[in-house]
């Protein structure tokens, strides 16, 4: 009798561990609905049957805690600024050289030259500091980044949105399925406790 007790905690845990992996299987697996016949009910995985609504909550979800409009433009303003002024100076420069007759004298040439650009760079940070006010302002009226990133989630492929759930929590699901045979054992440990002949 003792040795069918012992069994308890190994017969749980094989119980915990294989209803999680049933459990994680099902959440992803039909991808298709499956047709129970002479019923009007299908089965299929709960993640690709309800892909539409994640798309959704996973566009809003990085829109309104990850990425918004003003903080794409943070990102890249300290060195676009920098490529944009560089930019402006040899834009200048060089219309400058064409549009400047060749009778001017080269001292004369270069003094408005040097006066062009160097007001330019003065005046650019104003004129950019306009620029990208606007266009935060565009981007937070225009875009919208949960809609675009709902839009790409819906477009994937039932394999390749698990596929991509499961690169991000794959690791996660696997402890799940270990934690049930953790779980299992523990129970069966209590009740190979509790039906002990003391």
Do not use: C, H
């Not at 798309?55 to 920098?82: C, H, N």
């Not at 675009?148 to 696997?174: P, T």
Request: no cysteine; charged share 20%; glycine share 6%.
């Amino acid at each position: 009798m003792p040795w069918r007790l012992l069994m308890l905690p190994l017969t749980a845990a094989l119980v915990g561990w294989v209803t999680n992996v049933v459990a994680v299987r099902l959440l992803f697996r039909p991808l298709r609905p499956i047709r129970v016949p002479r019923t009007p009910w299908s089965i299929q995985g709960v993640i690709p049957r309800r892909q539409g609504a994640i798309a959704t909550s996973i566009g809003r979800l990085v829109e309104e805690r990850f990425l918004q409009p003003r903080d794409l433009l943070a990102s890249v303003d300290g060195s676009l600024r920098v490529e944009v002024a560089a930019a402006l100076e040899n834009y200048v420069s060089r219309r400058l050289d064409v549009a400047l007759p060749a009778w001017v004298p080269a001292g004369i040439r270069s003094a408005v030259k040097r006066y062009a650009v160097d007001r330019m760079r003065r005046e650019a940070d104003g004129a950019l500091d306009s620029v990208v006010e606007r266009l935060q302002q565009r981007l937070a009226s225009e875009l919208r980044v949960g809609s675009l990133v709902a839009a790409r989630v819906r477009q994937l492929e039932l394999a390749d949105f698990e596929a991509s759930l499961l690169g991000v929590i794959g690791s996660e699901l696997r402890w799940i399925e270990v934690l049930g045979a953790i779980m299992g054992f523990a129970i069966g440990l209590v009740q190979m406790l509790i039906a002990w002949p003391w």
